[in-house]
C-alpha cells in the first residue's frame, strides 16, 4: 500500500493514518522525497481501501502488491520526465541520446567528443572517470580532475554530463560537476549507495546488474526513491548468460517490462548489450522499437586507441550514421 501524504499534514492527522494502516497489521515506512512524502505498508490482509482513503491528511491512495512500490507504474501511472535543464529532458515519447568515450582520457578527447556531439545535436556527453575494471591493472580513470576537466569544457558547449559513481565517499566532490549519475552493474545492489544517492539533489540512472533480474532492478530503483530521490532512470546494459558469441545479451524484452511495469525512464546500453562494435547500431535500433526512451553509447574519435572498451566503441563517423538511423527508427516508431 502506498499512501501519499498531503503536503500540510499536521502531526496528529499523520499519527492517526499510521495507527488506522497498523491496525490493518501493515508495517509502515515514512518515505520523504524532495517531492513528497509518503506512507509505504507491507502486509497481506485484505481491506477495502476506502476505510483508509477518505481519512483527512491523505492526497492518494493504492494498493501496490508488487516487492516495489514507489516506482511501479500501479502507484504512478504517469511517466517521469528527467530535466536536466536548458530544455534538456528525458522523458517517455522522447528520445535522449547520451554518447562519449568509455573513459575520460583528456582535454583533447574530450574537446573531440564535444564537438562531435554539437555537430549532430547530441545534448549528454556520457565518460567515466572512476572505472571498474575487472583487472586491477587495467586503466581506472582520471578521477575527480578528469572530471572537472570535462565540466570546464562540457558546461562551455552547453553539454550535460553522465558519469559512474563507485562509491559513497565520491558523491560529495563530484556533485558539483555531474548532472546525472551513473550506477554501474557492478554496484547496482551497492545498497549503502544507492541510500545515499537518495539524499542527492541530482538524477541517477541505475544499470541492470551483470545477472541481475529486472524485479532486483526495480527494487535497486525503489532504494534510491525511498530515501529521497525520484529522479530515476533504469538502464538495461546486457545480462550474463551462457552465450559466449557476444559480451553479454542485451535482454530487450526487459526494455519493454520495464516500460510496462515502471513510471521511469527506460533507457538502452547496446555498447555493454552487445560489446561488438559492427553489432551496436542494430541492437540500439531495436531497443527504440521496444520503446526505450533513450540510448547511451560509447564512441571515441579513435577505438583502436581508447583506454577502454574499444572493441565495442564506435568512431565518430560510425556514431553519425547511428544518431540519423535511431532519429528515423524513433520517428517511424512514434507515427506507428
Ligand atoms: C560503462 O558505462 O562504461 C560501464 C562500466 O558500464 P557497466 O556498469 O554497464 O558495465
Ligand atoms: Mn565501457
Redesign the pocket.
Known amino acids: 500500500m502506498i499512501i501519499q501524504l498531503e503536503k500540510e499534514i499536521s502531526a496528529k492527522t499523520k499519527e492517526e493514518i499510521v495507527r488506522k494502516v497498523s491496525d490493518l497489521k501493515y508495517k509502515i515506512t515514512d518515505v520523504k522525497t524532495q517531492k513528497g512524502d509518503y506512507l509505504v505498508g507491507i502486509g497481506k490482509q485484505e481491506f477495502d481501501i476506502r476505510d483508509v482513503g477518505h481519512m483527512p491528511g491523505i492526497s492518494d491512495i493504492h494498493i501496490v502488491s508488487d516487492d516495489y512500490k514507489l516506482v511501479s507504474r500501479k502507484w504512478k501511472v504517469n511517466p517521469t520526465t528527467i530535466d536536466l535543464g536548458d530544455g534538456v529532458c528525458i522523458e517517455e515519447g522522447g528520445m535522449a541520446i547520451m554518447a562519449g568515450p568509455?573513459?575520460i582520457e583528456g582535454e583533447e578527447q574530450i574537446d573531440k567528443t564535444i564537438n562531435h556531439l554539437k555537430e549532430n545535436d547530441v545534448k549528454i556527453m556520457?565518460g567515466?572517470v572512476y572505472?571498474?575494471r575487472s583487472s586491477p591493472y587495467s586503466f581506472r580513470g582520471m578521477g575527480i580532475e578528469g572530471l572537472k576537466l570535462w565540466y570546464k569544457a562540457a558546461r562551455s558547449a552547453g553539454i550535460k554530463i553522465i558519469t559512474?559513481v563507485m562509491q559513497v565517499s565520491q558523491i560529495e566532490e563530484m556533485l558539483p560537476y555531474v548532472d546525472i549519475f551513473?550506477v554501474?552493474?557492478?554496484?547496482t545492489q551497492n545498497f549503502n549507495l544507492l541510500d545515499e544517492l537518495g539524499l542527492v539533489d541530482k538524477p541517477v540512472l541505475i544499470?541492470r546488474g551483470?545477472s541481475g533480474t529486472i524485479n532486483e532492478l526495480l527494487s535497486s530503483a525503489e532504494y534510491v526513491f525511498s530515501a529521497g530521490n525520484e529522479n530515476l532512470m533504469l538502464?538495461e546494459?546486457g545480462i550474463r548468460t551462457y552465450e559466449k558469441a557476444s559480451r553479454n545479451t542485451m535482454d530487450i524484452n526487459a526494455i519493454t517490462i520495464l516500460k510496462e511495469k515502471s513510471h521511469l525512464p527506460v533507457i538502452a546500453?547496446p555498447s555493454?548489450g552487445i560489446g561488438i562494435r559492427d553489432h551496436v547500431e542494430p541492437v540500439a535500433l531495436a531497443c527504440i522499437m521496444a520503446g526505450a526512451d533513450g540510448v547511451?553509447y560509447?564512441t571515441h574519435e579513435k577505438p583502436e586507441e581508447a583506454y577502454?572498451?574499444g572493441q565495442q566503441t564506435l568512431n565518430f563517423r560510425e556514431s553519425k550514421k547511428l544518431i540519423d538511423r535511431m532519429r528515423k527508427v524513433f520517428d517511424l516508431r512514434e507515427s506507428m
Open positions: 568509455c573513459s556520457r567515466g572505472k571498474p559512474e551513473q554501474g552493474a557492478r554496484n544499470k551483470i538502464c546494459r546500453d555493454h547511451i560509447e577502454s572498451d
